[in-house]
Nanobody, 120 residues
C-alpha cells in the first residue's frame, strides 16, 4: 500500500510564503509523476503544478511565477514553494502521484490534503 502524507499548510498573510511537502511511503517500485491539486470551497479541484520523474514541470497559469514545484527522488518527496500568496490561493491542497508499487503497473494515489489559508 502506498501512502502520500502532506505537510506544511497553515495560515499566512497575503504576500507571504509557505512550503508544502508530500512524502510517498510504502511499497514503491517507481514513481512517474507527482502533482499538487487544490480545491477551494464550492469549486472543482484543479491542478496547481506537476513534475515528472525526469524533472519536467507544468503550472496553472494562476500560479506561474509565484509557485515552484520540486522533487527529491531519493526521498520520494515533492515540494511546493508558494510565494506572493493571495487570498484566492486559499484552498485544501492535495498531493497526487502515479506510482508503480510492485513493477506490475501504474496506480494513482491521493494524499489527505492540507489546508492553506491566505488572509487579506
Amino acid at each position: 500500500q502506498v501512502q502520500l502524507v502532506e505537510s506544511g499548510g497553515g495560515l499566512v498573510q497575503a504576500g507571504g510564503s509557505l512550503r508544502l511537502s508530500c512524502a510517498a511511503s510504502g511499497r514503491i517500485f517507481s514513481i512517474r509523476a507527482m502533482n499538487w491539486y487544490r480545491q477551494a470551497p464550492g469549486k472543482q479541484r484543479e491542478l496547481v503544478a506537476g513534475i515528472t520523474s525526469g524533472g519536467s514541470t507544468n503550472y496553472a497559469d494562476s500560479v506561474k511565477g509565484r509557485f515552484t514545484i520540486s522533487r527529491d527522488n531519493a526521498k520520494n518527496t515533492v515540494y511546493l514553494q508558494m510565494n506572493s500568496l493571495k487570498p484566492e490561493d486559499t484552498a485544501v491542497y492535495y498531493c497526487f502521484s502515479i506510482v508503480n508499487p510492485d513493477g506490475m503497473g501504474w496506480r494513482t494515489y491521493w494524499g489527505q490534503g492540507t489546508q492553506v489559508t491566505v488572509s487579506s
